[in-house]
């Protein structure tokens, strides 16, 4: 009697706030950290360039941060970081707004605690800092703008600029672009199929001359320029040599492993759908949008990134079909029902396992091996 009075005052609400602020601060801290290791991923990936051999993917990235270095004598650790500590931070605090009149409740929390949710950047510090926290940014921008009546057809063609130009810093916006598509959908209630054009177009056209006309990450010059310019990985991005999809093959046993983890999120995401009125619609369209993402599995081997992405991306979009509230802190109390014991146990067994960015699709070393084993096995190694 008292476990469930106290279950019925405990404040979602105040809970997702507090995980976001720690995820946020999480991420920040790291991505400083890996950036002044001078990280080939985390800050490398920032830095690749036109310079080495004109334009290729990524490349915008790196040459402005040249030229703002050429301009400030800024060293370009601190460049990218004040560029990474502004999406990160802006994507969390836009998306603390978004909710913030929203009425969530232990389901939504659900996926929160997905190990590719949210927590899925506690367990895997190689999620921070990446570029997709730009995507991240700009939709959780573009569905605040949507869910207050705010999207005027102006702002609609600076998403889509702001989509053209962050494909020319990371192609991965083109395969998460229906997601946009779907949000319009769920607010407007009707197709619109001269207005999603314009978000694919403003993906596709960059993607095409990429693709066209694009020449290699690393042209030769790359790490010498760097090397002038302040910074030393010794790994990552600048030294990718590796057949992925050979790769992929090389490593099937580590890799059949993601099947477990897609097959758990697409059960806890059906559940979740058992209670929407949209469920059908939102059914065939994240199906689709999955399926947009499919080249991507099959020519890079970060698939838990992809799957990341589009757990956080659902999160997002999810957010359009709560209840309105009257509080910052409006939630639904929970009860004890059915419905509370399935959402348990879909929260303790997402609580348990691990998704790893490329590699091990599946380990029993999620937040709860990480909180309360892993230090207890650091100090019996001392």
Sequence with gaps: MMTSRILQHFNIKIFIYFLIAVTAVYTLAFTYYYNFKD???ILADWLINYQDGGFKRRGLSGSFFFLLQDVTGIRLNYLVYFFQFIFISGFFLLYAKLIRYKITDLLYLSLLLSPIGFVGLLNTVTYVGKKEFIV????????????NNKLSKCKEYFFCAALFVTVLLHEVVLFYVPYFAIALYLKTGKFQYKRY???????GIPALVIFLFGKNVNEGKSLEILA?????PIYGIFYWKIDERQYIFEHKNEYVLYFISLTLSILHLSYYLKFLNNRKFL?????????????LFYLAIDWGRWMYIHMVMIIILFSLLLKEGSSAYAFESI?????????SFIILASLLYRVEMSGKGFTFEGILYRVFIAPLELLNKM
Excluded: C, E, M, Q
């Excluded at 002038?228 to 030393?232: D, K, N």
């Design 335 to 343: 009860t004890i029902n059915r419905k509370f014991y399935i959402t």
């Design 228 to 232: 002038s310019r302040g910074v030393h």
């Design 197 to 203: 054009i314009k978000y694919f177009l403003s993906v």
């Design 283 to 295: 059914s065939i369209a994240l199906l689709g949008a999955f399926a947009f993402t499919l080249p």
């Design 136 to 147: 991240f940014f700009l939709f959780t921008w573009f569905v605040y703008a949507l869910d």
């Design 39 to 41: 990280d080939g991923y």
